[in-house]
């Protein structure tokens, strides 16, 4: 996975699908500053997901933008997506490697480095950690801090990702220190302030 620093961030979907995401989806790609673009819906069902998993993949081709699936190997690899996240929940690294074969795993590790270097030997595409700040998107059960992404960096060139609560006024500091990739969602798409594209915008 190779790191381009103008294309820092990792964008995850809204927890809904509202009318205009997809033209909102489009816009904010087109500016080059996004990475990989999450599927990351909870309360939908294998269908529906495979439905706008479809039209998201197009934008995202069309963009040069890595897709992928949150918890789901199956629909991962049913929408031939670059790859998919795993929780520490879901299915594990081997599991998921026999399904979607080289394609790119990324790991959640919380705040543990431990958990880390578990990911790194099932060879994990990239490790997530977080959570940095609070968030609205989802219930934060652990929290990160600077040092977590320092050491890890001493360990392993292996592809860091940062999580939660990450927005204009905090996001350099993560960049500064040692994150390759910023995990982003509430901010760009729950803004109260700005639209998805002006919300973009401020982070240079």
């Not at 431990?114 to 940095?132: M, N, P, R, W």
């Amino acid at each position: 996975m190779r790191v381009n620093k103008k294309k820092f961030i990792y964008l995850i979907s809204p927890n809904k699908i509202y009318k205009k995401f997809f033209k909102d989806l489009e816009k904010v790609l087109e500016t080059g500053k996004i990475s990989f673009f999450q599927l990351r819906l909870k309360k939908y069902s294998f269908k529906h997901k495979i439905l706008i998993g479809k039209k998201i993949k197009k934008i995202c081709k069309k963009n040069k933008v890595k897709f992928l699936i949150n918890d789901d190997p199956i629909i991962a690899k049913r929408l031939g997506a670059d790859g998919c996240h795993l929780g520490q929940k879901d299915m594990n690294i081997k599991e998921a490697r026999k399904i979607i074969g080289k394609k790119i795993i990324g790991i959640t590790c919380h705040n543990s480095i431990t958990l880390a270097k578990i990911a790194l030997k099932a060879k994990a595409s990239y490790l997530a950690f977080g959570a940095f700040y609070s968030s609205k998107t989802k219930k934060i059960k652990y929290t990160a801090n600077i040092k977590i992404l320092n050491k890890i960096k001493t360990i392993t060139k292996t592809p860091i990702v940062a999580i939660g609560g990450i927005n204009s006024k905090n996001y350099k500091k993560l960049l500064l220190n040692n994150a390759n990739f910023l995990a982003i969602s509430g901010y760009i798409w729950n803004n109260k302030k700005y639209k998805p594209i002006e919300a973009l915008e401020r982070l240079k």
